[in-house]
C-alpha cells in the first residue's frame, strides 16, 4: 500500500525558515518524481515543486521560487522541503504527492503557520 | 488556465442527482480531472482526463465535458458524499478550481 507521511508541521515567525519531510513507503520512491502542493484555510489547492526521480529537475511555483528548496535522499525514500524567508501568506497544509498524471497518491499533510 | 468552480456551495437531498461545474479560461483538451476532499483530509481523485474513473471509486461518480466546459455529475447522492469538490488541469500548467462544497439538505 502506497504511503506518504509528512512531518515539521509548526509555527514559525515571518522571515524565518522550517523544513518539512515526506517519508513514502510501498512504492518504489526513486523511480517516481515528487511533488509538494499546498492549500491555505478554507482556500483552493496550489501545486508549489516538482522534484524528478533522480534530482535531476527541479521546478517551482512564482510563488515561492528563489525561497523554497526541494530535494530528496532515496536511500531514505524521503521527499523535502526547505523553506525560507517564510511570510504569511505561506500558511498553509503542507502535502506531498507522487508525480502522476493527474495526481493519485498524497499524504495527509503537515501544516504551516506563519504568524508573529 | 483559470478554472471557475460553481455553485460554490451546493445544498441537495438524499439521492438527487447533483451536477458540478468547472469552466476554465482556456481550451482544457480534456485533460481534467476531479478530486473530493473531506474535512481533515488530503483530496482523493475521482474523475481523470474527463471521463475515467478511479480505480475503486463508486459508479454514481462521472465525469464530462470538453473543450473548456466540464461537468461532475453524482447520480444519487450518499450522505458520504459531504465534502468540496475540485476540479483541477493538467493541460497548460497544473491549476486546481476554488472548490465547490457539497452539503446534504
Known amino acids: 500500500e502506497v504511503q506518504l507521511v509528512e512531518s515539521g508541521e509548526g509555527l514559525v515567525q515571518p522571515g524565518s525558515s522550517m523544513k518539512l519531510s515526506c517519508v513514502a513507503s510501498g512504492f518504489t520512491f526513486s523511480n517516481y518524481g515528487m511533488n509538494w502542493i499546498r492549500q491555505a484555510p478554507k482556500k483552493g489547492l496550489e501545486w508549489i515543486a516538482l522534484?524528478?526521480?533522480?534530482?535531476?529537475?527541479?521546478y517551482y511555483a512564482d510563488s515561492v521560487k528563489g525561497r523554497f528548496t526541494i530535494s530528496r535522499d532515496n536511500s531514505k525514500n524521503t521527499l523535502y522541503l526547505e523553506m525560507n524567508s517564510l511570510r504569511s501568506e505561506d500558511t498553509a497544509m503542507y502535502y506531498c504527492a507522487i508525480d502522476s498524471v493527474p495526481f493519485a497518491y498524497w499524504g495527509q499533510g503537515t501544516l504551516v503557520t506563519v504568524s508573529s | 488556465i483559470q478554472l471557475t468552480q460553481s455553485p460554490s456551495l451546493l445544498s441537495a437531498s438524499v439521492g438527487d442527482r447533483v451536477t458540478l461545474s468547472c469552466k476554465g479560461s482556456q481550451n482544457i483538451n480534456n485533460y481534467l480531472a476531479w478530486y473530493q476532499q473531506k474535512l481533515g483530509e488530503a483530496p482523493k481523485l475521482l474523475i481523470y482526463n474527463t471521463n475515467s474513473l478511479q480505480t475503486g471509486i463508486p459508479s454514481r461518480f462521472s465525469g464530462s465535458g470538453s473543450g473548456t466546459d466540464y461537468t461532475l455529475t453524482i447520480s444519487s447522492l450518499q450522505p458520504e458524499d459531504v465534502a468540496t469538490y475540485f476540479c483541477?488541469?493538467?493541460?497548460?500548467?497544473?491549476?486546481f478550481g476554488s472548490g465547490t462544497k457539497l452539503e446534504i439538505k
Open positions: 522534484i524528478y526521480y533522480d534530482s535531476s529537475s527541479k
Open positions: 483541477y488541469q493538467y493541460n497548460n500548467g497544473l491549476t
